[in-house]
C-alpha cells in the first residue's frame, strides 16, 4: 500500500513540475509575442511618420500640415544625426496624455515624443524639456544611450528641431544620469529667467561635458537649451539626459558666408 502511495505521490509531483513548466513556457512565449507587438506597432507609427516628416524651406519653416491633420497636439519634429530619434513632438494637456498614446491618439506602451507641459509649444522658453520612452533596437528616445559612450559623445553632437514657422539646429554639450526627481532637470519654468544655474548642474554632475559649447552657451545673450529625457537601468527612477543648445536653422551656404 505504501508503495502505491509513494508511487501515486511521485507522478502527482511530475504532474506539478510538468504543469508549472508548461505554464513557464507559455507565459515567456506570450511575453516575446506581446514584446514584439510592441516594438512593431512603434516601427510602423514611425513609418508612417517619416512619410509625412516636414520639409524644410531655406527660411527654416515647414509645413505641417499633414500632421496637424492627424493631431493638432503636434508641435515639432525632433531628429538626433546618427540615430533612430526622427519623430514628431507633441504636446498635450498633461505629461500623462502622450506617455502612452501614440500621434494617432491610441494606446500605445511605447507612447510619443511628447514636450513638458509647462514649456511653451512655440519652444520659445530659455530652456525645453522632450520625454520619450526607453525601447531596446534604437525606438523612441533609447538611442540617448549611445550617448554615454565617451566615443561617440564626442563624435556625434547635431540634431535638429524643426517648427511650422522655424528651424533650430542644435549642438549637445552634456550628457547626464540622475534621479527622475532631480529639480534641475524636470523643473523646467525654473531656468526661464536665467539659464546659468542649469549650466552649473551640468558642469558638475556630467558624465560628458563639451567644455567649448557650455561656454559658447554662456556667452550667448538669450541662450535656448533642450533637454532630450528617457529611463535607464543603473538604479531606481534612473534617467538619461541630454543638454543641447539651439541655434537658429542655417542653410549650408548660409553657413559659408
Not at 102 to 129: E, H, M, Q
Request: hydrophobic share 40%.
Amino acid at each position: 500500500m505504501s508503495r502505491w502511495i509513494l508511487k501515486a505521490a511521485n507522478s502527482l509531483v511530475n504532474l506539478v513540475v510538468i504543469l508549472i513548466l508548461s505554464a513557464a513556457g507559455i507565459y515567456a512565449a506570450y511575453a516575446l509575442w506581446d514584446n514584439n507587438r510592441v516594438y512593431t506597432a512603434a516601427n510602423d507609427v514611425q513609418a508612417d511618420m517619416i512619410k509625412i516628416k516636414p520639409v524644410v524651406e531655406k527660411d527654416g519653416g515647414a509645413s505641417f500640415e499633414e500632421l496637424l491633420a492627424i493631431n493638432p497636439d503636434v508641435c515639432a519634429w525632433v531628429m538626433v544625426d546618427n540615430t533612430n530619434i526622427d519623430y514628431p513632438v507633441l504636446q498635450g494637456s498633461t505629461n500623462l496624455t502622450y506617455i502612452n498614446r501614440d500621434v494617432y491618439g491610441n494606446f500605445a506602451l511605447a507612447g510619443s515624443i511628447f514636450l513638458d507641459t509647462r514649456n511653451g509649444r512655440d519652444f520659445s522658453d530659455a530652456y525645453s524639456l522632450l520625454y520619450g520612452h526607453h525601447m531596446e533596437n534604437s525606438g523612441m528616445f533609447g538611442d540617448l544611450d549611445l550617448y554615454k559612450d565617451q566615443s561617440f559623445f564626442d563624435e556625434n553632437k547635431t540634431g535638429m528641431l524643426i517648427l511650422p514657422d522655424r528651424s533650430y539646429n542644435f549642438e549637445i554639450f552634456a550628457c547626464l544620469l540622475i534621479n527622475a526627481g532631480e529639480d534641475a532637470i524636470f523643473d523646467p519654468e525654473q531656468w526661464q529667467t536665467d539659464i546659468n544655474g542649469l549650466l552649473s548642474f551640468a558642469e558638475e554632475n556630467s558624465l560628458h561635458l563639451r567644455e567649448e559649447t557650455i561656454e559658447k552657451v554662456k556667452q550667448m545673450e538669450n541662450p535656448k537649451v533642450l533637454a532630450l529625457s528617457t529611463c535607464s537601468t543603473e538604479f531606481t527612477d534612473a534617467r538619461t539626459i541630454i543638454l543641447a543648445v539651439m541655434e537658429p536653422y542655417r542653410t549650408a551656404d548660409q553657413e559659408e558666408k
